[in-house]
């Protein structure tokens, strides 16, 4: 059956350089050849991004509704004025600042009308606006349990002022997926261990995985003799240099592991990859020994089949990490800690290694740096296990069943 499905997000996914985005981008574009998809969201204030990313979505046949607002930045004074305002809101900041006037207006004004069998809320945080109101069947998206990440980052601060602000953020978010959780028609999660989360902590009774994927063609091992081999001693940190977890994760690296790593191994690399990198650590990493950093890279493959291992210190966190998937459907030997590891159908010492103390993840890195071929055969089965359990082309089938059985239990009901 065709369906119109309405998506409501932050943005126009587009180009893939977050889990975020690509998640979207696979799943979407490989549904969109037999559904009607009307891809709603804000407007941005980065014309010549936009247009490309209208360009991209148009090109599948999405029919994308730009709303009039544009959700406010991240920085500045007004961003800490609005932060301290969400204060006095029964809200977390992202929820209260996404639940804006003109996509009320909108779905107000769209839903009943015929227009859409269903509704897909891409993000938790959309489901304020849906709550209540859409009278179609609808689904929220669940790239992580929220209130688990941000219940992370309060354990992991010590600055007291922004550990007590945190620990405000976290506990609307406890609330507020309490609510939304329970409320939404059906709940898609990442991984079985936010679905079994999101059940037994927040009273959602329909809920169906789709976890993260990856293309095994694109994300192919460096075959060729045009390709570099690994260099054992060069180590590769991936991820988006914005989000918080991440820079977290980049701190633990530079502060502990990659010194005493480096003081083991003098001739060790680290290769920092990610979009929009603060100003704070591209200063920083101008002034550390064997560190470079390479920002909003058009093809990370290279350096996935480039270096010795990926190496995924993450403290904070939910979900599961895409960029794990991608780095052994080329080969890529990981060593991860545990948060980093976790929500993937993959096992220590037989696809990665994984770790549950810095001390560890410091001695799993030498290791592999001084015996290269013994996690290179790790890599070699994760790849196995990525291409036969997480390819896109077999999710977005998942996800299209749920979409249709979506639609089945509102017209039972």
């Given at each position: ?376 055969r790790l890599a070699d089965a994760g790849r196995e296990t990525v291409c036969r359990n997480y390819a896109w082309d077999?999710l977005a089938v998942k996800l299209e069943k749920i979409w249709s059985e979506t639609v089945s239990l509102d017209k039972?009901?």
């Open positions: 059956m065709r369906l119109r499905v309405a998506v409501i997000d932050e943005e126009l996914p587009f180009p893939a350089d977050s889990g975020k985005r690509l998640r979207t981008m696979n799943l979407l574009t490989r549904l969109s050849h037999r559904h009607d998809i009307t891809f709603i969201t804000y407007n941005s204030t980065d014309e010549t991004v936009l247009r490309k990313a209208e360009e991209y979505w148009r090109g599948y046949g999405v029919n994308v509704v730009l709303l009039k607002d544009i959700v406010p930045v991240k920085s500045g004074l007004a961003f800490y004025g609005r932060l301290a305002a969400n204060l006095v809101s029964p809200l977390p900041y992202s929820v209260q600042v996404h639940n804006r006037q003109s996509l009320r207006n909108y779905i107000k004004e769209r839903t009943g009308d015929g227009s859409f069998d269903m509704w897909h809320c891409e993000w938790t945080p959309f489901a304020e606006s849906c709550l209540d109101v859409v009278r179609e069947p609808w689904l929220v998206m669940a790239h992580n349990v929220e209130s688990l990440i941000w219940q992370r980052m309060y354990e992991t601060e010590s600055q007291p002022l922004k550990r007590w602000y945190i620990k405000q953020q976290w506990k609307k978010y406890v609330r507020f997926e309490k609510r939304a959780y329970s409320q939404t028609p059906m709940l898609v999660t990442v991984s079985e261990n936010d679905a079994a989360l999101a059940k037994q902590d927040f009273g959602a009774s329909s809920v169906r995985v789709v976890d993260n994927g990856v293309d095994p063609d694109y994300f192919h091992p460096n075959t060729g003799s045009r390709h570099a081999a690994r260099v054992p001693h060069r180590l590769l940190f991936l991820g988006s240099l914005d989000w918080r977890p991440n820079v977290d994760a980049i701190k633990l690296l530079l502060d502990e592991v990659f010194p005493a790593i480096k003081k083991q191994i003098p001739l060790a690399e680290l290769q920092i990859v990610g979009r929009r990198p603060g100003a704070e650590l591209v200063e920083r990493v101008k002034s550390a020994a064997g560190v470079t950093i390479h920002s909003d890279v058009p093809d990370v493959r290279p350096f996935l089949w480039e270096c010795g291992t990926m190496i995924v210190p993450l403290r904070i966190g939910g979900g599961s990490r895409l960029k794990i998937l991608e780095a052994l459907a080329t080969s890529c030997p990981v060593v991860s800690t545990a948060i980093g590891a976790e929500g993937l159908n993959l096992k220590h010492g037989h696809e990665l290694m994984i770790a549950y103390s810095t001390n560890e993840l410091i001695a799993m890195t030498v290791s592999a740096i001084e015996q290269p071929q013994d996690i290179q077999s039972k009901n």
